[in-house]
C-alpha cells in the first residue's frame, strides 16, 4: 500500500475503488454495532457466510458489515442492495430464506418486513419506513453503507474529499472562517459555537497545540457518540485533522470510554488505515501539514467527560476538573491551548468543508444549525438514534418517528440533557429542539440523550435517581457538590420512602441555589436541574409524596402496596407460582390473598397476571383493605353449576 | 502478575507517567484486579507517588483492588434501563448472590456491578454477564439466567 | 511588574499581574474566610467559602477568589446577601461532619450558621485537602493522598511511607481544622501495624 501524497492520487485511487465496484451487484448488508451484536448480530453473520457459501454465491453477492443503522428496537437489521430491502428482527434461521427468496429469486421475505402499525401494510423499502421517513440523517445516514474497517467503503462514498480541499485548496484561516459561518455549535452538551473555540486556541499563544475528540459519552442512555464512533470512525478523523490543520495543532487524542470496546477497537483500526494511505502522518497530502492522533481509554467516570476533568486524565491522573477562569482553549492539555469537541462535532466537519457553510445554516433553526442525533430511549416503541433538523418539535420525534408509548400507555416527559438537563411535560411536547429553546424550557440539549417516560414513571423517583447517579460520579473535590448533593439525595430518598417532611422542598430549593452558585464545574452546577424541572412542572408529585405519603405513579416501593382485587381473581394460580418470596395465599377455587408481611414488592405477581383478569392492583396513600375472611374465598365456577 | 509482565506493559506505553491510566487498564484487563505488589512496581517504574496511584485505582471504577469472581454481573442502571425496571432486576440479582455492588461472593464466583450504561437501551433492562448480553431481563428471569454459570 | 487596578469592597487595589483576588484583598488588609487556602500550597479552590460578587456590565456574578486571576477594572465585593446566604450553607454543610471544629465554630457566630441543620455524617474529614497537599508539595514526601471520589472520597495514609516518615515529622498535624487526620493516623497505624505514639 503506498501512500497517497496529492488531491489528484487521492481521486485517482478513489476512481480506482469505485470502478471495482458494481452498484447492481446485490449486497446483504448487516448492522453490526454493538446494540446489535447483543441482539445476535454475529450469530447471524456468521449464518449468512456459511449460506452464501454453500449456495455457491460468494463471487456473486457481497456481505457488508455495517455500523449501527439506528433502528435499535428492530435488530439485527439486514438490508438487500441494491433494492434497499429491509428486514428486521433477524435470527439465523432466517438466512437461507433470505438468500434464496430474495437474493436468488428477486422475492420479497413477507414475514420479515416492517409493518406500518397504523395501516397494518408492509414496507420494503427502508426509505418509506416512518422510522427513517422523517429523519434527516446527513452524519448518520452514511453508517449503513460503509463498513467501519474497510477503509475503501470510506473512500467510495467521497470521503477524505473535504480533507484534501481543506489542506490543499483553502488556507487555515479560510477553514476556520467556514467552521464560524456554520455556526456549528457542539454537539456535547455546553452548544458553544465550535469556531469561536478553534479561533481563541488559534489566537493563544504557543506552538504547541492539541485537538481532542471527547468520546466519553457518559449520559446513560445515550449512544450516539458511540454508534458514529463505531460505524464511521474514518468521518470523525477527518474532521478531527481539519480542524488541527485550522487552530494549528499537529497531535490529536481520542478520548474513548473503555465501555465501548469495539468503537475503541474500530478507531485504532481506522487510525491505522488511515495512516497506511497517508491521511494521517507527516506531509499529508503533499499539503506540508503533518498530524498524528492517539487514543486513550477511559476507566470509569462520568466526570471525565467535562473537558478540564478529561484533559486531566489525558495527563494520567484522577478526572478533577479545573476552574475553567482561564478557558482551556487557551489553557488546556498539559497547560497549552486545546479544542475539545464532542464525537458528532468532528463529524459534521467534512460535511460543512464539502459542501459550505451557507449549505449547512439551511438546516435547522435560527440559532441552532444544522441536524441532531438523538437517542429517543425508555418507554418509546421505536427504540434508537434519530437524526433531525433542528427545529423539528418534540413531539414529532417521539410520535411520528419514535411510534409513539407502547403498551397503551399515556406520555408523561421526556428527560434530555441527560443528568445535567431537565424533563419536559406534555404541554410542551410542540417545543422544537434546539439548544436555547431546550434550555429556556428548564431542561437543555446535552449531547442528545432523549429518554421518554409514561404514567408509571414518578418524577420524584427521577430526580432522586440523578442525585444518586451524581453522587457516585462527583469528583468529590467541591462542598457544594460533594456535600451539597449528599444531603439532596438523603432528602430526596426519605421523601421517596416516605419520611419526607414540611421544609424538605425549600431546604432542597436552597441547596440548589448553592451549587448552581458556587461549585467548582458544569457537573456540580447542572447537578440541580433534574430535581428543579421536575419540581416545576411536576410540584403535585413532590407534595404528594410528603403530604399524603403517596406516590400518584404507583412506583415508589416503599409507598406502593400489591393488592389481589377479590372481584377479579379467578385462582389461575400464576402469580402464587412465581412470587419469588412465597407470599400469595393461595389454593384452588380460592381467591388468592398478598401476605403484606412477606411481600418485597418486587412486582411480579403485577407481570403475570393475566391481561384478561387484570386481578393485580397497586394501592399508595391508602390503607391496603383487610383480606377477605376465608370463607368468602372460594370460587363457584359457572360450569359447576350446568 | 509477574513483574516482566508489568515492565512489558508499561514499555508499550513508552514508560511515559501520562499513560499510567493505560497501564494500569491492561493490568486490570488481564490480571482481573490491581495487586498491590502491581501497583508499587507501576510507582517504582514510572517515577510516581503511590498515592497518585492509589487515588486513580480508587476514583476509577473499572479498577478492583481486590480479586474479582469468576464470573462479572453488570447490571445497567442507565436511565432508559432505570424507567424500564431495572431497580427491580438489581433487587433479585442482590437476592439470588447474596452480594451488593461492588461485592463478591465469598466462593469468588459472582462478581455484582451497576453500570451507567452499555448503549443497549433498545434491550432494556439489560445484564451482562462475561461479555454476554441478556435484554429485557425482569425479575422473574433472573434465576433462570444465573443457574447457567457455574 | 505590570500593575493592574482593580477594587475591592470600594478600596482602589493595586495588585500585581498574575495575582489571585485572594491575594489582592489580602494585601490591602480585607480578609475574606477560607478554610483550604494555605500560603505555602497550589490554591485548591474545594471549599468554596471564599467566593466574592463580581459586578460587570449590569449584573454579577459569583466567582472563587482564591483562584480567580486579577483583571483590571473588576469591581468585587468580598460580603454580599448571596454570598453570605452560601458561605452559611457551606459552614452547616461542613458542620454536619464537624460540628466542634473552632474554625467552623468561629465561621457559624459570623454567618448565623446552624450546626444542627443537617443530620451528622460520620467522618470529620471536611476535605479542605490540606495534609496531603502540603505532604506532596512541601514536604514531597506523599505519605498521604485521596482516595475514590464524590462521597465516598477519603483521605488515606500509605502506610509503608507513614511507618518511615511520619514519626519524625507531622508538620501536617497543625493544619487540619478538624483533627479528623490525627485520628486517620491512629488507625493507619494500628491497620498497619507502626508504632504513631512516643515509646515510654
Known amino acids: ?424 411535560p406534555e404541554d410542551q411536547l410542540d417545543l422544537p429542539v434546539g439548544f436555547d429553546e431546550l434550555t429556556a424550557a428548564g431542561s437543555m440539549m446535552g449531547s442528545g440523550g432523549m429518554i421518554v417516560m409514561d404514567e408509571d414513571t414518578c418524577m420524584v423517583d427521577v430526580a432522586r435517581y440523578f442525585l444518586d447517579f451524581l453522587t457516585d460520579e462527583s469528583c468529590g473535590k467541591c462542598v457544594p457538590c460533594r456535600e451539597g448533593m449528599r444531603q439532596m439525595l438523603k432528602i430526596l430518598t426519605n421523601i421517596t420512602q416516605g419520611k419526607g417532611k414540611e421544609g424538605d422542598i425549600e431546604l432542597l430549593e436552597q441547596l440548589s441555589e448553592t451549587a448552581i452558585e458556587a461549585a467548582l464545574c458544569a457537573l456540580g452546577k447542572s447537578s440541580p436541574n433534574p430535581f428543579l424541572s421536575t419540581l416545576k412542572y411536576f410540584r403535585e408529585e413532590y407534595e404528594a409524596h410528603v403530604k399524603e405519603k403517596r406516590c400518584p405513579a404507583l412506583s415508589c416501593k416503599e409507598l406502593i402496596a400489591f393488592y389481589i382485587d377479590p372481584e377479579k381473581c379467578k385462582a389461575c394460580m400464576t402469580c402464587a407460582k412465581k412470587c419469588p418470596s412465597n407470599a400469595i395465599i393461595s389454593a384452588k377455587n380460592q381467591i388468592h390473598i398478598v401476605d403484606q408481611e412477606k411481600c418485597t414488592k418486587c412486582g411480579t405477581c403485577f407481570e403475570v397476571c393475566p391481561p384478561k383478569f387484570r386481578a393485580v392492583t397497586k394501592i399508595s396513600g391508602e390503607p391496603v383493605p383487610p383480606p377477605i375472611p376465608e370463607e368468602a374465598r372460594t370460587i363457584v365456577r359457572e360450569s359447576k353449576q350446568k | 502478575m509477574d513483574n516482566d509482565r508489568i515492565d512489558q506493559i508499561i514499555d508499550k506505553h513508552h514508560g511515559e507517567p501520562s499513560y499510567l491510566i493505560q497501564v494500569l487498564l491492561d493490568i486490570q484487563s488481564e490480571h482481573h484486579w490491581l495487586p498491590r505488589e502491581a501497583l508499587e512496581r507501576v510507582a517504582e517504574r514510572l517515577q510516581v507517588p503511590l498515592t497518585r496511584i492509589q487515588h486513580i485505582a480508587t476514583f476509577y471504577k473499572a479498577f478492583s483492588l481486590v480479586p474479582k469472581g469468576r464470573h462479572e454481573i453488570h447490571i445497567c442502571v442507565g436511565t432508559a434501563c432505570h424507567v424500564r425496571g431495572a431497580p427491580r432486576v438489581l433487587d433479585a440479582a442482590e437476592e439470588l448472590t447474596g452480594i451488593k455492588p461492588g461485592e463478591t461472593d465469598l466462593d469468588l464466583k459472582f462478581s455484582l456491578q451497576t453500570v451507567n450504561c452499555l448503549g443497549c437501551c433498545a434491550l432494556g433492562p439489560v445484564l451482562e454477564i462475561d461479555g454476554k448480553t441478556h435484554g429485557k431481563m425482569s425479575p422473574g428471569q433472573m434465576a433462570d439466567v444465573l443457574k447457567n454459570y457455574e | ?149 464524590g462521597i465516598r472520597k477519603e483521605i488515606s495514609f500509605v502506610p509503608e511511607i507513614a511507618a518511615k516518615e511520619c514519626w519524625n515529622c507531622k508538620e501536617c498535624f497543625p493544619l487540619c481544622p478538624t483533627e479528623a487526620l490525627q485520628a486517620a493516623y491512629v488507625l493507619a497505624g494500628a491497620l498497619a501495624s507502626f508504632e504513631t505514639a512516643p515509646e515510654k
Not at chain 1, 152 to 166: F, H, N, R, S, T
Not at chain 1, 405 to 418: C, D, L, S
Open chain 1, 1 to 424: 500500500m503506498s501512500l497517497i501524497n496529492s488531491p489528484a492520487e487521492l481521486e485517482e485511487f478513489r476512481k480506482n475503488v469505485l470502478s471495482k465496484r458494481d452498484p447492481n451487484k446485490p449486497c446483504i448488508t448487516l448492522c453490526s454495532g454493538s446494540a446489535c451484536n447483543a441482539s445476535g448480530s454475529l450469530e447471524v453473520a456468521a449464518a449468512i457466510e456459511e449460506e452464501i457459501q454453500k449456495q455457491g454465491l460468494s463471487a456473486d453477492v457481497d456481505i457488508r458489515r455495517t455500523g449501527c443503522h439506528g433502528f435499535c428496537e428492530r435488530g439485527p437489521i439486514v438490508v438487500i442492495h441494491p433494492e434497499e430491502i429491509c428486514y428486521f428482527n433477524i435470527v439465523p434461521k432466517d438466512v437461507p430464506e433470505i438468500v434464496s427468496e430474495t437474493i436468488k429469486e428477486k422475492r420479497v421475505v413477507e414475514r420479515l418486513l416492517y409493518t406500518d402499525p397504523s395501516t397494518n401494510e408492509k414496507i420494503i423499502h427502508e426509505s418509506e419506513i416512518p422510522f427513517y421517513k422523517y429523519q434527516e440523517r446527513i452524519v448518520f445516514g452514511f453508517n449503513s453503507k460503509i463498513d467501519p474497517k474497510n477503509i475503501e467503503d470510506y473512500l467510495a462514498i467521497g470521503g477524505y474529499a473535504a480533507l484534501a480541499k481543506a489542506l490543499t485548496g483553502m488556507t487555515a484561516d479560510q477553514v476556520l472562517q467556514e467552521v464560524k459561518k456554520a455556526n456549528l455549535r457542539g454537539r456535547g452538551g455546553g452548544g458553544f459555537p465550535a469556531g469561536n473555540k478553534w479561533e481563541g486556541s488559534r489566537n493563544a499563544p504557543g506552538d504547541i497545540k492539541y485537538v481532542i475528540v471527547n468520546a466519553d459519552e457518559g449520559d446513560p442512555g445515550a449512544y450516539m457518540d458511540r454508534s458514529v464512533l463505531e460505524g464511521n470512525p474514518h468521518s470523525v478523523l477527518e474532521g478531527l485533522t481539519i480542524g488541527a490543520f485550522a487552530v494549528g495543532a499537529h497531535e490529536g487524542y481520542i478520548y474513548v470510554r473503555q465501555e465501548y470496546p469495539l468503537a475503541v477497537e474500530n478507531v485504532h483500526m481506522a487510525i491505522k488505515k488511515a495512516e497506511e494511505h497517508g491521511f494521517l502522518g507527516k506531509n499529508i497530502l503533499g499539503s506540508g501539514f503533518d498530524f498524528k492522533v492517539i487514543v486513550h481509554q477511559g476507566a470509569g467516570a462520568f466526570v471525565c467527560g467535562e473537558s478540564t476533568a478529561l484533559m486531566t486524565a489525558l495527563e494520567g491522573r484522577a478526572g478533577e476538573p479545573r476552574p475553567k477562569y482561564v478557558r482551556s482553549n487557551v489553557v488546556g492539555l498539559w497547560g497549552r491551548p486545546s479544542v475539545l469537541n464532542n464525537v458528532e462535532t468532528w463529524a459534521n466537519v467534512p460535511l460543512i468543508i464539502n459542501k459550505g457553510a451557507d449549505w449547512f445554516t439551511q438546516i435547522g433553526t435560527e440559532t441552532s444549525k444544522g441536524t441532531k442525533i438523538f437517542s429517543l430511549v425508555g418507554k418509546i416503541t421505536n427504540t434508537g438514534l434519530v437524526e433531525v433538523p433542528m427545529g423539528t418539535p418534540l413531539k414529532d420525534i417521539i410520535f411520528k418517528i419514535g411510534g409513539g408509548i407502547p403498551g397503551g400507555k399515556k406520555f408523561k416527559a421526556v428527560q434530555t440533557g441527560g443528568p445535567s438537563g431537565g424533563c419536559i
Open chain 3, 1 to 149: 511588574m505590570s500593575e493592574i487596578l482593580l477594587q475591592i469592597d470600594g478600596k482602589e487595589v493595586k495588585a500585581k499581574a498574575g495575582m489571585t483576588l485572594l491575594e489582592a484583598a489580602r494585601s490591602v488588609g480585607i480578609s475574606i474566610p477560607t478554610l483550604c487556602y494555605h500560603e505555602k500550597l497550589e490554591p485548591f479552590g474545594g471549599c468554596r467559602l471564599c467566593i466574592v460578587e463580581l459586578e460587570m456590565k449590569g449584573w454579577s456574578r459569583l466567582v472563587v477568589s482564591c483562584v480567580y486571576p486579577v483583571e483590571k477594572n473588576l469591581v468585587v465585593k468580598t460580603r454580599s446577601e448571596k454570598v453570605d446566604r452560601i458561605r452559611k450553607m457551606i459552614i452547616e454543610l461542613q458542620m454536619a461532619h464537624a460540628p466542634d471544629a473552632f474554625d467552623l465554630q468561629d465561621l457559624a457566630k459570623e454567618y448565623g450558621a446552624d450546626k444542627n441543620r443537617f443530620e451528622k455524617e460520620p467522618s470529620f474529614c471536611i476535605h479542605c485537602g490540606l495534609c496531603v497537599r502540603y505532604c506532596a508539595e512541601v514536604k514531597k514526601k506523599h505519605a498521604i493522598g485521596f482516595v475514590d471520589r
